[in-house]
């Protein structure tokens, strides 16, 4: 999993949001390195190739990114005073809700790879949901900040220093690495549609 994300949400708000964080890993990460090592001890079969891309994805789903842009949102906007917005206000609690649904999903599929079982192909939805939504709240960061949304590094909003760019900069690769959003749609559509493989 990527590790170059500036910055990072201090381990109390992971915590109040997160309930499967442990410590100062990503939930499950252990889990996932294990899996990872394990499938690829197992051999490089089709199967074994397709079960470590499917708990890649898992790893690339996680809420960590999404999150840590939310938070810097939510300064911006308090600082601005945006929360009184209604418009705004409403965009806002769409993405705290649809964050909210994304650590649950992530935790979902965490917890089969705790116990065992081995992730399908809806694993892909994680992926691109997750990626759409850090996409989603940088955007918002990026105009809530106006004009300052523009400049590089870290901007004074009510003395806390915020850096808005940089996760809308590290939100754009993410809808391609690990395979594109729209190939990540295609494997859910042939697997609930039940296509046959080449």
């Known amino acids: 999993m990527p590790r170059n994300i500036p910055g990072r949400v201090s381990a109390v708000d992971e915590q109040a949001e997160d309930p499967l964080h442990r410590g100062d890993r990503e939930p ?4 996932l390195l294990r899996c990872r ?9 089709d199967a074994q190739s397709d079960r470590f891309h499917r708990e890649q994805r898992l790893g690339i789903g996680s ?16 600082s601005r005073g ?10 806002f609690a769409q993405l705290r809700l649809d964050l909210a649904d994304l650590s649950s999903l992530y935790g979902r599929y965490v917890d089969q790879v705790r116990r065992g079982e081995t992730l399908g192909a809806d694993v892909s939805i994680l992926k691109i949901w997750s990626m759409e939504l850090y996409q989603r709240i940088s955007e918002l960061l990026v105009e809530a900040a106006d004009e300052e949304g523009a400049f590089e590094g870290e901007i004074d909003f009510d003395d806390e220093e915020v850096d808005v760019l940089s996760p809308f900069y590290m939100s754009r690769p993410g809808t391609i690495y690990d395979g594109s959003n729209e190939i990540q749609r295609n494997i859910v559509a ?9």
């Open 63 to 78: 809420p960590r990114r999404p999150r840590y842009a939310f938070t810097r949102l939510e300064k911006v906007a308090r």
């Open 82 to 91: 945006l929360m009184d917005d209604p418009a705004f206000a409403d965009r």
């Open 28 to 31: 499950g990460e252990g889990t």
């Open 37 to 45: 090592v394990a499938s690829h001890a197992l051999g490089d079969s």
């Open 190 to 198: 042939k697997d609930v549609l039940r296509l046959p493989a080449k």
